[in-house]
């Protein structure tokens, strides 16, 4: 994998190879949801690009910027086994030089949940994420579906402003325990990461009520914090059962519907997501 910090160098990189282009955008630290991302845009594309960078923007000031985890020679190596060709891994200075202003906002699908809980962060994600889809120009660009809200976020993003890029969402990769993988379960003493698997718990509870053909949102939100409520190393952030689209929550469940949750284990704060039916 060819490892360059500058855009124009990426630039240079997407003029030489032509065809088209997958692109996996990542803050580092590498587990196997972000090879599954990176195998399939092999799969789909001739190139492979990856991009990791920590984005200040997308964090709160009282939020885990300083601690988030890094290992950078071990991202790389998981990208060159993987078969990545290009690494973009720019410094903030170099996607935020002085003077640099311009934002982009989406009032409606990131106002709720994550971004109701996290003022400014979907502005920060949507910022950096436009910067590297016109920075990058890829065919394709992977995310996963356990970021459901930034995935519908960024789908919209792209809708509105015309990017050029089909946006490929992948199905979440979770521990034979059902613990959807993520880079902040690094936070998990021993005792938490056994009472993690709750969040996806929660969610198969509620699945079950669905499929028995319950279809009132508050009774599959209640089996959510019923079941999140249950476990007494987790504190319940949000339950929702949202339309897959806006993100406004439903009253009753006519068509597909998301349910997203969060709940705080000591210090991680974790998010996991199931799309019904
Ligand atoms: O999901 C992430 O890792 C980040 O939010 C993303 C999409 C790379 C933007 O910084």
Redesign the pocket.
């Known amino acids: 994998v060819r490892v360059v910090a500058t855009i124009p160098e990426v630039r240079q990189f997407r003029r030489t190879r032509g065809g088209s282009l997958g692109l996996v955008?990542?803050?580092g630290y590498l587990h196997r949801g972000h090879r599954s991302l990176v195998e399939r845009a092999r799969a789909e594309n001739d190139a492979v690009a990856a991009s990791l960078?920590v984005?200040p923007l997308?964090f709160g000031p009282q939020e885990d910027l300083a601690n988030y985890p890094r290992d950078f020679e071990r991202d790389r190596s998981t990208l060159e086994e993987a078969g990545c060709d290009l690494l973009f891994a720019p410094t903030p200075a170099e996607l935020y030089p002085p003077g640099f202003q311009a934002v982009v906002e989406l009032p409606k699908v990131a106002a709720r949940l994550e971004g109701e809980r996290r003022p400014g962060h979907f502005r920060g994600?949507a910022t950096?994420?436009l910067k590297l889809l016109n920075i990058v120009g890829p065919t394709r660009a992977y995310?996963g579906e356990k970021?459901a809200q930034?995935l519908q976020v960024i789908r919209t993003l792209v809708r509105d402003l015309d990017v050029p890029t089909q946006v490929v969402g992948c199905p979440i990769v979770r521990e034979p325990d059902g613990l959807a993988l993520s880079s902040r379960n690094v936070y998990l003493n021993e005792k938490e990461r056994g009472a993690a698997p709750v969040l996806h718990r929660a969610l198969r509870a509620a699945e079950a009520l669905y499929r028995g053909g319950e279809r009132s949102a508050e009774a599959l939100r209640a089996a959510m914090r019923a079941t999140l409520e249950a476990e007494p190393l987790a504190q319940t952030d949000y339950v929702a059962v949202t339309d897959p689209e806006t993100f406004d929550e439903l009253e009753s469940i006519g068509g597909p519907a998301q349910l997203v949750l969060a709940a705080r284990l000591g210090k991680a704060r974790l998010i996991d997501a199931l799309r019904l039916p």
């Open positions: 955008p990542t803050m960078f984005n997308q994600v950096v994420v995310f970021d930034q």
